[in-house]
């Protein structure tokens, strides 16, 4: 009797954490969908609403001699960018996929994208997250994407 109690309350306890997991996963995911929300939009206030005070944010990609550089925006400039963004100008970053690490209030989030331009497609590559649970708010505390022109999956259809 004592074991099937033991297992009950295994079974139990898995599904609790894993519904913990499950909830957290998916507030990591709205965080990331509003930055991105706020990135179409052009509207930086929405932005700001994910990025803890203290971001650190970076972009890899290669010049057309193919050197690799590192470019470091500070969180003032990537809102100002967005909030000055044309009208005219629309920009759609295409999730295709969200791998989301958790550990305690820590999280790690992979995205690979595609990235279209005024309806075209300009360019693919991943971005990767790390996000604090700021008392119960996820905050993005680093953002790294990585930016290339060659080497995407041809895209299936243009947003």
């Known amino acids: 009797m004592s074991k099937i109690i033991t297992v009950l309350l295994l079974l139990t306890t898995s599904q609790i954490i894993y519904a913990q997991q499950e909830t957290s996963k998916q507030a990591i995911k709205k965080t990331i969908n509003l930055f991105f929300e706020g990135l179409h939009k052009g509207d930086s206030t929405l932005m700001k609403k994910t990025l803890h005070k203290d971001i650190k944010i970076q972009t890899t990609n290669s010049n057309t001699k193919?050197?690799?550089?590192?470019?470091?925006?500070?969180?003032?400039g990537l809102l100002t960018n967005v909030a000055n963004k044309k009208p005219e100008n629309k920009y759609f970053e295409k999730l295709l996929s969200y791998d989301i690490k958790i550990d305690g209030n820590l999280a790690s989030v992979w995205t690979p994208y595609e990235f279209y331009f005024n309806g075209n497609f300009n360019h693919c590559g991943a971005n990767s997250f790390q996000l604090f649970n700021n008392n119960g708010s996820w905050e993005i505390i680093y953002l790294v994407d990585m930016r290339r022109r060659q080497g995407c999956k041809p895209p299936e259809s243009k947003k």
């Open 66 to 76: 193919g050197e690799k550089f590192l470019k470091t925006e500070s969180r003032l």
